[in-house]
């Protein structure tokens, strides 16, 4: 069903955003997934972006900030 609503590759990080700031983790983390998957330039802002602050402790989350090579604190 996400992918019907998406249209721009960088609609599934805003995606994301929704669901993280509405408490939906898992879907927020399903949409994060997508964009890596689509090699989503949006993702350069992982680490910075407020609105996944709630996911940062999730092994999902982390894992993927260390696929995708970013920075780590």
Do not use: T, W
């Amino acid at each position: 069903m996400q992918e019907e609503i998406v249209k721009d590759l960088s609609d599934y990080v805003d995606l994301a955003v929704v669901y993280a700031r509405s408490g939906q983790k898992k879907k927020a983390l399903d949409a994060l997934e997508m964009a890596a998957a689509r090699n989503d330039s949006y993702l350069r802002l992982i680490n910075v972006e407020p609105a996944f602050d709630p996911l940062r402790d999730e092994p999902r989350f982390r894992e993927l900030v260390k696929r995708m090579n970013f920075p780590q604190d």
